[in-house]
């Protein structure tokens, strides 16, 4: 009990910031609005694939990488509060480190789907309608995908110490996590080498359960997308977990 | 009465530097403690390991009766902290920051409000509680923290620096509160602080260490009495030491440009035959030994290389840069 107001604490607090900062949520909604509309829109006005415009069938893909890059990136704010001494005062209370860790990751993964659902209220902009329940299907794809890249994020966050290296080490991750996921492209006729590495990628099948709940297209079946996803959040969850029991 | 703290043989050092050496204090239940040295001496690194937020190389301490390497979560349950480096959140308002200290103490709920309101009021943060700690002063940051630190009444209570940029009058009124917890709660006090005056009127003992070593322990008086009677200084011209050593009484003789420093037992006796082997004496002043005499005395005049850790203002400044 004691611990779960404590863990409800630490929410509230990457909650409070979150909303203190807007730059962060426009900045990181500004990105996919530029994918989306201009690459696009740009592209979509000749390309077609699967019968479906390019901008529409990129757009699930985009909304996938919105919370992929704002869920990794949570992880850098760990290292500015351990530098602004701040982080001292909750690793010096009697909390346990798994309590900690929750409380950043759910603070984490709010951020996140802030963005995603501001993302997806902006399908009828693309010509894209959800019903209810793929909207709420939606949400749980973007929630587990969410979860894995927010601890992600947070394990190198607390294993880092400067910003600057956290930042190298997660453009080595992010950018080739979403380059493979076939956002951008469908995967159904990729050379071998590149599809074996689209599978091994857990991104490519958060894009993949999207688009059957947004576009109703996909490679895989959804209970598939949803097993890979769930095993992805649950080993880095608990990877998380004992990173933080060690830190410092 | 029992220990509410016990060292063992505690150490830690870095690469190396041995920041704490061999350390072994006892710490009685209520007693407000101080631990004086020069910059870098090893202050803050004891602290932090009696806080269990650092892992000593050798040796370990009991909190509270609980071993800070065995169990750190019932030392921390018990302890509160006001941490030498600013460490209240800028982006939430003061009270915010009380608010969610007494959620990870576990500060009932239902006194929750009024231990909040009670902390705000003593260190007079009442009118600003709802504004951005990042409009605070230097020093409003300094009194939330205190403010925070006393907010769940642990039974130890450890203060790094406590008033370090307060104003006079906030000292006084912190002070105030120190001694009334102290007394009240039975709170047991460990304080850091290179404010002598801080130490001598709060502290019933003090340690002064020095490169992680004790080099004395005692009640404040008794080390003054140690310094071995008051300070007679004479405004004057070059004089002979050798003529001052041979007066009864004197027992140390600093010799400098244009003045002279002795320690005198029963100075007013002395006083004649003082004057009688100076030069020409412009002014004498003479005071009882102060704690800022037992300090120097022990670790002598000089500032070291070693700078320790930066002062609070350049902290904001850099908190603020960092943002
Ligand atoms: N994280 C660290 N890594 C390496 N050396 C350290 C570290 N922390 C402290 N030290 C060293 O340990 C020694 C003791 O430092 P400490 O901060 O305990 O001093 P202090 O007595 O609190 O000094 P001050 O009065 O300046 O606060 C210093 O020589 C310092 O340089
Ligand atoms: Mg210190």
Known sequence: MRQAEAVYALWFREFKVFTRERSRIVTSIFTPLLWIFVFGGGLGSTVNIEGINYQVYIYPGIVAMSVLFSSVFYGVYIIWDRKIDILKEVLVAPLSRYSVFVGKVLGGCTDSMIQAIVMLLISFAVGVYLSPLSFLLAILILFLLSLSLVSTGLIIGSLMESPEGFNMVVSFLVFPLFFFSGALYPLNNLPMWLSAITYMDPVTYGVDGLRTATIGVSQFPLHIDLAVLAVFAAVMFTMGTKTFERMK | ?323
């Open chain 2, 1 to 323: 009465m029992g220990n509410a703290i016990e060292t063992f043989e505690l150490t830690k050092r870095f690469k190396n530097i041995m920041a704490v050496d061999h350390l072994n204090i006892k710490i009685k239940q209520g007693e407000i403690f101080g631990l004086l040295g020069p910059n870098g001496a090893g202050k803050t690194t004891t602290i932090s390991m009696l806080c269990t937020i650092l892992r000593p190389t050798e040796g370990t301490a009991t909190v509270n009766g609980f071993d800070i390497l065995k169990e750190p979560d019932e030392v921390r349950k018990s302890i509160g902290i006001v941490f030498q480096q600013p460490s209240v959140d800028d982006i939430l308002t003061g009270r915010e920051n009380l608010v969610l200290h007494a959620m990870w103490y576990g500060v009932p709920k239902a006194i929750r409000r009024e231990r909040i309101d009670e902390v705000l009021k003593l260190v007079g943060l009442e009118s600003r509680q709802n504004s951005l700690v990042k409009t605070y002063s230097g020093g409003m940051r300094r009194r939330l923290e205190l403010a925070r630190g006393l907010l769940h009444l642990p039974k130890v209570l450890f203060l790094d620096e406590p008033t370090l940029g307060l104003d006079p009058q906030t000292r006084e009124v912190i002070w105030e509160y120190i001694e009334q917890m102290s007394r009240s709660r039975d709170m047991t006090i460990v304080l850091t602080t290179h404010y002598m005056e801080e130490a001598d009127r709060l502290c019933n003992r003090i340690a002064i260490i020095d490169q992680g070593k004790i080099i004395v322990m005692d009640t404040p008086e008794a080390l003054k009495a140690a310094v071995g009677g008051d300070m007679v200084c004479l405004r004057t011209t070059p004089a002979d030491p050798e003529r001052f050593r041979k007066i009864e009484g004197v027992s140390k003789v600093e010799v400098q440009e244009d003045y002279v420093v002795l320690t005198v037992r029963n100075s007013g006796e002395r006083l004649q035959e003082i004057l009688a082997a100076s030069g020409k004496v412009e002014s004498v002043q003479i005071r009882p030994a102060s704690l800022d005499d037992v300090f120097i005395s022990y670790t002598g005049k000089e500032i070291r290389p070693e700078t320790g850790e930066g002062g609070i203002a350049q902290r904001i400044m850099r908190q603020r840069t960092l943002r």
